[in-house]
């Protein structure tokens, strides 16, 4: 649910925007759009770490 939450924002996303830092992560740093893009595709542990943060921030 939250994955596709997120694919939907990041879709309406203009392009020049893709590049922002949206999230910190400690172990990580800086995550931009795109980058989050990536590792939630891919299904990764620091996807899940973003789109809970995503969430907890009220951006998805």
């Known amino acids: 649910m939250l994955r ?3 694919l939907k ?3 309406n996303l ?3 925007i ?3 830092i949206i ?3 400690e172990k990580v ?3 931009s759009w795109d980058i ?3 590792e939630i595709q891919n299904k990764t542990k620091t996807g899940e770490i973003i789109l809970k943060k995503l969430e907890k921030m009220g951006i998805i």
Do not use: D, I, Q, S
């Open 9 to 11: 924002v990041y879709a």
């Open 23 to 25: 999230v910190v992560l």
């Open 4 to 6: 596709e939450r997120f």
């Open 36 to 38: 989050a893009y990536l």
């Open 29 to 31: 740093g800086p995550v």
């Open 14 to 16: 203009p392009l020049n």
């Open 18 to 20: 893709r590049k922002e």
